[in-house]
């Protein structure tokens, strides 16, 4: 029986955990540049097959960079209950919203840094990688809780949802920025959609309800193509208030990138579309079906698209803004929710800039797999795309972790790391609290 596509390749995870230090350094990191890049990413043990990508236990590797120098590299499984204990997810008492796999993002918001997945709750690690506990906000957090929170740049709050199987299907909450949820509500959808990510703007909650619905027969990610569902973006205004539900052509989108109010009060909406075929076609394909279409199941068959909202008119207009294959949409995290200019992208073997004021686009070739180009702000920055960009990039069993000048995309530094880091989902960079 053929090893499944989700367990082969980049994508085939590693045995163990290890460290290394004093990491092999080409060209020159820049000594500002302190801090721990952290990739999560799923990654079964040996001899485990999870049934979909998605599925496969979380593994977090960490690079720390301090004064020109990789000091060190780790990688860690998380130790939630199903690690652990192989707790079932659905028991006799309803769902344990710890027995996760919390493979999807890492970040940092106050004191926490949060390992996440979208079915469950997130687990606390610390800075070493050592897994904490699972985290429901002092037991205010009943719901899961999405893999893409957003972190508002001048309050400091933490905007996330939560989406499951069963009504509510998706509650919005909101935690202070120093780590109470101090907010709870419900937006109504008609059924159960895979909502895996979402985008705030300065006043508003945008949604994105689209025909990727529950379906038992799945089996381990239990949801499929439905075109019949329809798609639409939904609008809430923060301060509260029904939501604005807009029209727009069947598609999926894993990740948006930053979304933003123009100076006529419309909104602003840019993110990374998948057509329905292709779509399903990947689907297939990292569930373990194999796929006749072939080439068809790439891992980048989404492209950017923009959908511009007007609250006023009720009208929407949808463009593509470019046809390279590209996913993974990053940016400056300072203007989150604000008009930004630059959106950076990963595609085949290379990463993709886009000047969204001019439209111009920008390629660095990589030579390998390219995973989530995460943007560092230099210390005391004074334009958008001032600092640099960080990214694993994997050639065979060979992986480094890559830094760009994010102004031009040249190439500043490499890191080799001392294994193969498998294909993995996001990562952050985890500036040291001196480095200003």
Known sequence: MSTP???SDNLAPVPDETDAHDLPVTGALPPELAGRYFRNGPNPRPGEDPGHWFAGHGMIHGVRLNEGRAEWYRNRWIRTKKFTDNAPFLGDQGLDLAAVTANTHVIRHGERILAMVENGLPYEVTPELATVG????????????????????????????GYGFFPPFVTYHRVSADGELVESREIEVAESTMMHDFAVTEHYLIWLDLPVVFDLQRGAMPYGWRESYGARIGVTPKAGGPTRWFEIDPCYVFHVGNAWEDAEGRIVLNAARYAGDVFSSLWDRISGTPDPAGQAATMFGSVLHRWTLDPATGKVVDESLDDQPVEFPTFNDGLLGRTSRYLYMVGDQAVVKYDQRSGARRVHPTGGHTGEAVFAPAPGAEGEDDGWLLSVVTAGDASKLLVLDASDLSEVASVLLPRRVPAGFHGSWFEDPTAH
């Open 5 to 7: 596509y989700y367990l």
């Open 134 to 161: 699972p985290c429901d906000f002092g037991g205010r957090l009943t719901t899961a809780m999405t893999a893409h929170p957003k972190q508002d740049p001048v309050t400091g709050e933490l905007h996330f949802f």
